[in-house]
């Protein structure tokens, strides 16, 4: 399964990131929910399960690891981002039961959209009744996500939910090196500390300045030293 594969018959194009695998996911205090999001993802343990938190906590990149690694299994998954699928007739999930896992992203938009509430509640049912995998995130817990119909939030919560926590500063960084090693590059303690210091501090934002210093520093062919990203960070601002 690559990340220009395309995932059913839907009208948008809805693939997944090349880089979202477990491999590229520091868990840290995370790393139960990714255990058991492997296992679900394989066709064992849990059925349902909801992952919630702040954005830039890795729901996107956990969701679609997922779905790779379901694939890998032999098992059909669905990535559905809801920011995308709002945008959809809600008749589009009325086929997705014949896949063996679900991945719906951001399931909050759907928040007082009833139609695709109910969509989903008739989806959910189904994959129960074949023996499906059903996985959602938000930014909040089931029970919080205000204007959700109680038969929805009731089934959201049917697995474990858990609640995705912020990584530390040291995390942050071991997150970012590891990133960085697998790109094939060296991040200086130095370069990655000041990273932390001059950007955003989610993951996400971070991923994103870190792949656009590599990039930069293949063009210029120099090192990510911290004078050098001090001065492609400086142009930035």
Wanted: with cysteine; net charge positive; proline share 4%.
């Amino acid at each position: 399964m690559t990340s220009e594969e395309k995932f059913g018959q839907l009208p948008l194009p809805i693939s997944l990131d090349a880089g979202a695998t477990f491999e590229n996911f520091h868990a840290a205090q995370n790393q139960a929910a990714v255990d058991a999001l492997m296992r679900l993802a394989r066709g064992g343990g849990e059925r349902v399960m909801f992952l919630w938190g702040a954005d830039g906590r890795g729901k996107s990149h956990l969701l679609q690891a997922a779905c790779r690694l379901a694939g890998a299994s032999t098992r059909r998954a669905m990535y559905l981002p809801m920011t995308q699928g709002v945008l959809l007739d809600p008749q589009v999930a009325e086929n997705l039961d014949s896949y063996a896992l679900v991945a719906v992203d951001d399931i909050h938009r759907v928040a007082g959209i009833e139609a695709w509430q109910r969509a989903l509640i008739v989806l959910f049912d189904a994959l129960a009744e074949k023996g499906g995998s059903f996985v959602a995130t938000a930014r909040n817990a089931p029970n919080a996500i205000k204007r959700l119909l109680p038969d929805l939030a009731s089934r959201l919560a049917w697995g474990p939910v858990f609640q995705l926590e912020a990584l530390s500063d040291d995390d942050k960084i071991a997150a970012l090196k590891q990133r960085a090693f697998r790109r094939g590059f060296e991040l200086p303690d130095e370069s990655v500390r000041y990273l932390l210091k001059r950007q955003q501090r989610d993951m996400h934002s971070l991923c994103v300045t870190l792949d656009a210093l590599d990039n930069a520093s293949l063009v210029a062919q120099r090192k990510l030293t911290l004078p050098f990203v001090k001065s492609l960070l400086d142009k930035k601002t």
